[in-house]
């Protein structure tokens, strides 16, 4: 099945909170934002652009009739600055004008002055000075000091990856509406539309019933508006109460891009311990997470950097800390992976540095410590239904891995300038919210009395087509037609208490939610056309609106039944609420069994480095995915090629630099490199691994959103080899993104 959204995408008849038909009464709204990274306020002159004509009213803390607090794990955000500023870009005020011309005018003429206190822009110097967000965490397994003393081998070395601008196509933004009795409708780009309803109804305080959020789409999300699409709506909806006046807020890229945080940037130390085999035996892991000036998502995010800090290996001796460093940056915030990649890239870099000392392929050894079936994590989970080996021996039999390195090893041995590089990359990727009280979701599902259907879900549309794999579920297990079954808007009146759309789970959540309800209306029209046809409900199936008994087509319909139901008065709406079974984690111990299952794969990336100018090309990447039993190929390649692609950029080109005074440098498109076409693989082939699927996911259609961005990573070390093959002096490194500068210096360095 297509994306439902394909038609109206295709002819720009989708709609975003920016077409949204506005009230001829809208204001619009602008954030006037700290030019300093760190200072005390000493005053704010708001006199001119006061004076402006045109402009409304100017918003600040002093507004606030419930709490300036937006923080959600830790309240430690205040929507606007009130005696201090922690990052550039924080905001400040909100200007509200009848154009958003005039605020931008009005912005200009806002002075202010503040007196400067010191800076930290790097996780490191943030360690250094005791600067952190909450204690640290630590997970651990076995004992690591003594076995380091057994070890054969030992290695250690330190990493740094970069941060990453999400860059949604739609920016964020938002439009509030007066209702009546002082309630509000949001209409929000938000992956939270529960978030945004709560922090909206805390910081106006009013009761949450008072607030309606009703999201249509997201011109993307990849984590960035998981919680950080709240502020925007928060601000529209202090406005409103205020003015009882629709107020939109859409933010244009400039302010988008300094005003938000983004992946976080992590530094980190290892160390590694092998045998005479290259069993990894201990692993020992310091992760220093630069957060940003606030909590936002970060310590959920640290959480998850440490559940997949061995990635797809087995290692019995792991002792690993991580620590969320405060620094005057924007709040770092979910990004696609939600700090696994930064994990699973020291590991890599750790196995990358042994193999480089000891002379051999990064592959043998990552190989001989693949995860098998009853392996323990370090979180004590036990893998099982693992996937890892068939995905890595699927990866070298059907690619045919010998013929490519034999291939490589030609072209390099035939060529001076042009060096190939070719590397590994398994990846396992645990499917839940780590934070085990956020796995439920509910469905409302009605049938309406001429035999259509509407379902609302918890779940955002963003552009991972979760829409069209909630309708594959219920026009399935309804029994009808596809073009019956409509999806609704996600809309907080409908279905309460969500969980944000993340962590990759929000089909299986939401759609194990639609299949309940959908499976509880079946049964009660069963009921119905059993009466109506003197049969056993038992022999009774419904498919594309035929009802059919003993497998063959009676002269009853789906609406004929439907309306008999009406007659004898059947509840036709059902309202289903799935949690996640069998999942726990015991944060005391740091034990548990956090993740319903997890998803596995394999990546052979091939590139080739230009070694006089330092530019590459990435030649190919071949994964074996594990999709389990997918429902929708076409999708979930899709959400492949698309976490592939981004990836890729992390790693490669998409450079995130802020100056020593926390002023956002890469900030514009032509600073801010993102992949385009060229950069993109030149051959990208998946072939989806054979397995049964697991019983956890929506029809045994494994969770795809997030894992395979990890795939990008076998980039890094790609291109790593190739300069290898060129420079035999070359000392590895683990700084990325591996631009093209960094490509030259390593290509010519002794
Ligand atoms: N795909 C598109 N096209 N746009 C997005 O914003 N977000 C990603 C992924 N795929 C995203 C996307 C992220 S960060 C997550 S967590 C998942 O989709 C969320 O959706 P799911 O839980 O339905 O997979
Ligand atoms: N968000 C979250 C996530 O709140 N918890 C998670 O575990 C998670 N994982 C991935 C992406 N977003
Ligand atoms: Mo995705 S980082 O869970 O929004």
Redesign the pocket.
């Known amino acids: 099945m297509k994306n439902i959204d394909s038609y109206t995408h295709l002819r720009g008849e989708s709609l975003f909170v920016d077409d949204i038909i506005t009230r001829q009464d809208t204001l619009y709204g602008l954030v006037f934002d700290s030019p300093k990274a760190h200072g005390k306020i000493i005053a704010v002159n708001y006199a001119k652009a006061e004076a402006v004509h045109g402009v409304i009213k100017i918003f600040t803390y002093k507004d606030v009739r419930g709490e300036n607090q937006i923080g959600g794990i830790i309240p430690d955000e205040p929507l606007w600055a009130e005696k201090e500023v922690h990052f550039q870009g924080q905001p400040i005020a909100f200007i509200v004008a009848e154009s958003e011309q005039i605020a931008k005018k009005a912005r200009k003429l806002i002075t202010i002055e503040i007196e400067e206190l010191p800076i930290i822009t790097t996780a490191k110097e943030a360690k250094a000075k005791g600067s952190f967000i909450n204690a640290p965490r630590s997970f651990n397994l076995g004992d690591t000091a003594s076995t380091f003393k057994k070890c054969k081998h030992v290695f250690s070395g330190n990493t740094f990856s970069n941060g990453q601008e999400?860059l949604?196509l739609e920016t964020q933004g938002a439009y509030a509406i007066p209702m009546e009795n002082g309630n509000i409708k949001i209409i929000s780009s938000t992956?939270g539309p529960t978030s945004v309803q709560k922090m909206a109804a805390q910081v106006l305080g009013i009761a949450m019933h008072k607030i309606e959020v009703d999201v249509t789409r997201?011109g993307?999300?990849?984590?960035?508006?998981?919680d950080q699409a709240t502020p925007w709506a928060v601000m529209a909806a202090v406005a409103v109460q205020y003015l009882k006046k629709p107020v939109k807020f859409i933010l244009n890229r400039h302010d988008d891009l300094r005003m938000t945080g983004k992946r976080h940037p992590y530094d980190a130390t290892f160390k590694i311990g092998l045998d005479k085999d290259f069993n990894i035996l201990a692993y020992d892991v310091e992760f220093l997470q630069n957060s940003g000036a606030a909590a936002d998502l970060s310590p959920a995010i640290a959480e998850r950097t440490l559940f997949h800090a061995t990635n797809s290996y087995y290692i019995p001796n792991v002792s690993s800390i991580v620590h969320s460093c405060k620094t005057n940056l924007p709040p770092n915030t979910?990004?696609?992976?939600?700090g696994g990649p930064q994990g699973m890239f020291v590991i890599e870099s750790a196995i990358a540095k042994a193999a480089s000392e000891l002379k051999i392929n990064k592959r043998i050894i990552q190989e001989r410590n693949l995860l098998v079936e009853n392996d323990t994590f370090s979180y004590g989970q036990i893998a099982t239904q693992v996937e890892m080996k068939n995905t890595w021996n699927t990866a070298i039999k059907d690619f045919e891995l010998a013929k490519i390195e034999s291939r490589i090893t030609k072209f390099n041995n035939e060529n001076t300038l042009f060096k190939k590089g070719i590397a590994l990359m398994p990846i396992t990727f645990g499917i839940s919210f780590t934070n085990t009280p956020m796995n439920h979701a509910r469905a409302l599902v009605h049938i309406y009395q001429d035999g259509s259907v509407g379902v609302s879900t918890g779940?955002?549309e963003?552009?991972?087509?979760?829409n069209t794999?909630m309708l594959q579920v219920a026009y399935k297990t309804l029994g009808v037609r596809s073009k019956n079954v409509k999806l609704e808007t996600t809309n907080t009146t409908r279905v309460a208490n969500t969980s944000p759309?993340?962590?990759?789970?929000?089909?299986?959540?939401?759609g194990k939610a639609v299949l309940k309800a959908c499976k509880i209306l079946k049964n009660r029209l069963k009921k119905v056309a059993s009466k109506l046809l003197k049969v056993d409900e038992k022999e009774i199936r419904f498919k594309k609106n035929e009802v059919i008994v003993n497998g063959e087509l009676t002269a009853l319909t789906w609406k004929q039944v439907v309306s008999q139901a009406m007659l004898d008065r059947v509840a036709l709406t059902e309202n289903a609420h799935y949690v996640t079974p069998k999942i726990h984690f015991d944060k005391t111990k740091e034990k548990g069994h956090p993740f319903a299952y997890h998803v596995y794969g394999t990546a052979i990336t091939e590139v080739t480095v230009d070694c006089i100018r330092g530019v590459y090309e990435i030649d190919a990447v071949k994964i074996v995915h594990d999709f389990g039993q997918s429902m929708n190929l076409g999708i979930d390649i899709?959400?492949v090629e698309?976490?592939l692609a981004q990836g890729i950029g992390w790693m490669t080109m998409e450079e995130i630099a802020y100056d020593k005074k926390g002023k956002l440098l890469s900030n514009t498109l032509s600073s801010y490199k993102v992949p385009d076409v060229f950069a993109a693989a030149k051959e990208v082939a998946i072939i989806p691994l054979e397995t049964q699927g697991n019983k956890m996911a929506i029809k045994k259609s494994k969770?795809?959103?997030?894992p395979p961005?990890m795939y990008g990573i076998g980039t890094y070390f790609a291109i790593q080899n190739a300069i290898k093959a060129f420079n035999s002096k070359h000392v590895i490194k683990f700084n990325s993104p591996f631009t093209p500068e960094k490509v030259l210096i390593s290509l010519y360095e002794d």
């Open positions: 999400h949604y992956q997201l993307g999300g990849f984590g960035g508006k998981e979910a990004f696609r992976g939600f779940a955002v963003m552009g991972q087509s979760v794999k759309t993340a962590a990759s789970a929000t089909a299986d959540l939401n899709g959400q698309g976490a969770a795809v959103g997030e961005l």
